[in-house]
């Protein structure tokens, strides 16, 4: 009988990627950085969406510190509640980008079939921020006005995007220091 070590590495390796891809979409679609410059991004995906709650700027975790506790506690439910969808729509983004990097490197290169893989690139995308949105939304649709608005705000003013547009930027203390910014080693 063979031993079962390759198949228990195999499920945990396939966990650990799965995780990393829901966390990986799960922060570029709450308060990820993005490399392009505003006229790239407006050029590939159209006007910026800023200034509305759920933008691509919006910062989920902000957005929940603002909640008293026991909306916070109400809030952390449902969004657990959601995420075996979310875990769903993540792995299908996973599949379509993967069928895309193939399209785009078959000989012959193929450009209908390259359109239609990014397509479904962009609607798999699209379907995990229409499910952030919903669970947002639902957790909204419970709060009184005056919390609803400070957290909403809160979710605003700690996005990525903001905290670089008001100077602050990332947070350099959790970064390791560069090398100019490290103590000299020292030498007998």
Do not use: K, Y
Request: glycine residues 10%; positive net charge.
């Amino acid at each position: 009988m063979r031993s079962p070590t390759p198949w228990i590495a195999a499920l945990l390796v396939s966990v650990l990627l799965n995780g990393a891809l829901i966390g990986f979409l799960a922060h570029r679609s709450a308060d990820g950085p993005s490399w392009r410059s505003h006229s790239e991004r407006d050029r590939m995906h159209g006007p910026s969406r800023h200034g509305g709650a759920m933008s691509s700027g919006f910062d989920v975790r902000g957005f929940l510190g603002a909640l008293p506790e026991a909306e916070r506690e109400l809030a952390g439910q449902r969004l657990r509640a959601n995420m075996e969808t979310m875990r769903d729509i993540g792995r299908q983004a996973f599949e379509a980008r993967r069928e895309a990097d193939a399209v785009l490197a078959a000989e012959p290169f193929d450009p209908v079939a390259a359109q239609a893989a990014l397509q479904r690139v962009r609607e798999t995308r699209l379907g995990f921020e229409a499910g952030m949105e919903a669970s947002l939304i639902e957790i909204i649709a419970g709060l009184d006005p005056e919390v609803r608005a400070a957290a909403l705000e809160a979710g605003r003013r700690n996005s990525f995007r903001e905290r670089r547009a008001r100077g602050d930027g990332p947070r350099r203390e959790r970064r390791r220091p560069g090398p100019e910014h490290r103590p000299e080693p020292d030498r007998p």
